[in-house]
């Protein structure tokens, strides 16, 4: 019956961590240029990394959501896993060296979406 009066407290502590966790997950959306499927999954691996726990990039509007622990990773973090990857965004161009690997199909900056 002792244990029973700390029940309450145990029962809140708990609820309490439980909220703080939740809250560090945060939800994002990134404009990625790509053209195809390859693309898609590129640029998905790319992105979905420590921390991440959803992404999925529409071919058509280009645009990726993400959600993702803001006490792991940051959408910085994230946006330069794409670039690296050869991939723009909206705000910053992938580096040369990186886009130059991408294969023929792949060339967004060069042909039209298919």
Known sequence: MKNLKYFPIFFLSLFSLSAIAQSTVKEDTLIVKGICGMCKERI???????????????????????????????????EDRILNAGHSTADQKAPEEAYAKLPDCCRYEELGKH
Not at 48 to 53: A, H, L, S
């Open 44 to 78: 998905e691996e790319a992105a979905f990394g420590k921390g991440v726990k959803f992404v999925s990039w529409n071919k058509v509007t280009d645009e990726l959501s993400v959600a993702y622990r803001s006490d792991k990773t940051s959408i910085t973090e994230i």
